[in-house]
């Protein structure tokens, strides 16, 4: 009897410590495939959840994103027409295409159809962006995440680039030039934000002007003359506002209140009424009067 309980517990005792070799084991190798999951992440530049690791320049691919099986909703499918890029999906990607928009042929697109634009008052050699601020709202910069991705559609790979801006961003450029959007063009192959400001254009494959009118010299299109104008109280085309139209000289009815106006072609403003005192030829919208020194100064207009 002695000897049977004894031999019971030898049994015992020799499954217990099998059980824990065998769970130790296990822990052992389950910890294996998370340390290796992320060794190998990180040596792709990314961190264990797959997310790109700061500080990895983005990566140049050709073909658009939806040749390369780009995520729904994300880069610039996920970017809301007119909005800043902001959230974390929307800078995972951008796609730049060599296009057509409205009378722009070529100019630049995004993913998603919108146009691209270059601004005069920044530089390619070295690029440099000068739009912040309100500006940048008015011109969100297209922006993409360290470690992200640029999709090349018909675009030269040696153009594109990227720029950090002052907030730590990076922007892409087009031969050297920042890029951007226009928040008034809330439909892709609008080109609302052409010749705004005598300084903003569509952004051409190689980084030029895009459009007939856009370097100046002999030979240029001149605008069409604007028959009506939407000026505007604030900045950046904010409200109240008050319309404007007609042939010749029209005074405006609350003079010197506008500090943007937007219009469809070129008009003469005056800063006082009946067409008198200091004048502007403007060729479009503009979104700061005060940039011109016709903040709050605009009492009368000339169509035509």
């Known amino acids: 009897m002695i000897r049977k309980r004894t031999a019971l517990i030898v049994s015992f005792a020799t499954s217990g410590a099998l059980l824990l070799t065998a769970c130790g084991g296990d ?17 792709r530049g990314k961190s264990a959840d797959g997310s790109p690791s700061a500080g990895q320049a983005p990566s140049l691919q050709s073909g658009t994103a939806k040749a390369n099986n780009a995520p729904p909703r994300t880069g610039d499918w996920a970017n809301e027409p007119g909005k800043p890029a902001v959230k974390p999906e929307a800078q995972r990607w951008v796609q730049v295409s060599a296009s057509k928009a409205g009378a722009l042929n070529p100019v630049v697109v995004n993913g998603a159809g919108f146009t691209l634009y270059r601004f005069d008052k920044d530089s390619a050699n070295p690029s440099k962006s000068t739009c912040n601020g309100d500006c940048a709202s008015t011109w969100p910069p297209v922006v993409v995440a360290p470690g992200g991705k640029i999709f090349l559609d018909g675009v030269d790979r040696s153009k594109v680039g990227t720029v950090k801006r002052d907030d730590g961003t990076l922007q892409v450029t087009v031969g050297g030039w920042p890029v951007y959007r226009f928040s008034k063009d809330t ?52 409200d109240p506002s008050q319309g404007l139209a ?10 010197n209140v506008a ?20 004048s502007k030829i403007v060729n479009g919208d503009v979104a700061d009067l005060a940039a011109i020194g016709f903040d709050n100064d605009v009492s009368s207009v000339f169509f035509g």
């Not at 007609?246 to 003079?255: F, L, M, S, T």
């Open 187 to 238: 439909e892709p192959g609008e080109t609302k934000g052409q010749g705004v400001g005598g300084t903003w254009f569509g952004v051409t494959p190689d980084g030029k002007k895009a459009g007939g009118n856009a370097g100046g010299g002999s030979g240029s299109v001149q605008p069409k003359p604007a028959t009506s104008v939407v000026l505007f109280d604030d900045r950046n085309f904010g």
């Open 27 to 43: 822990d052992k190798d389950s910890s294996t495939p998370a340390s290796s999951a992320a060794a190998t992440a990180a040596g």
């Open 259 to 278: 500090s943007s106006l937007q219009a469809q072609g070129s008009l003469k403003i005056w800063s006082e009424r009946n067409c008198t005192g200091k």
């Open 246 to 255: 007609g042939k010749g000289c029209q005074n405006v009815a609350r003079d």
